[in-house]
């Protein structure tokens, strides 16, 4: 249950009001894009989080994308996030419990699960392990991609944001990492 109430769009207003409106022409409305109406700053801010996606998904493709946003997600323990990404890499074809990854997906997975354990702690090895396959412009799309990613995670784990309605069937799929059960 989210601890915010999800706006219905008679009570948006103003710029919130003309945004909802293109997200529901589109079929774009979502639970979490619901809650962040409620403040059209909030919103916008995280609506660059398509921006980050589309520099990413041009770096690496829609697959390894995917996975790498996967990774980020599951390890930060987003349950709507993580729903969302295993919804997609079924729609690519792909098992989220059995991938089989390209030399570049590991990478990234790796980085991603990093990331999210401790930035501070990406190691020498995973960078140059990064570096055998992207440049450095590409490298902060990528890294840029994966801070979008936390924050969004973030937000909907602190407000509890519902899982959409299209999501409620794979709900039991969503595995939490566990790496965090013995940080006090």
Known sequence: MARVNLLTPE???????????????????????????????????????????????????????????????????????????????????????????????????????QIVKDPTKVSDELFNSLREFYNDQEIVAIVGFAAQMQATNNFNSVLGVDIDKRLLPIKDQFKPATWRKDIK
């Open 11 to 113: 009570q948006l207003t103003g710029s919130a009001k003309e945004a909802y409106n293109k997200l529901a022409e589109n079929n774009k409305v979502t639970n979490m894009k619901l809650v962040m109406l409620q403040d059209y700053g909030t919103f916008l801010a995280f609506m660059g989080w398509y921006d980050s996606w589309g520099s990413l998904v041009k770096i690496v493709g829609t697959r390894a994308a995917t996975i790498y946003a996967h990774a980020v997600s599951t390890t930060n323990g987003c349950m709507l996030c993580s729903l969302f990404f295993i919804s997609d890499l079924k729609e690519l074809g792909l098992d989220p419990n059995a991938l089989e990854l390209e030399e570049n997906e590991k990478v990234l997975v790796a980085l991603g699960q």
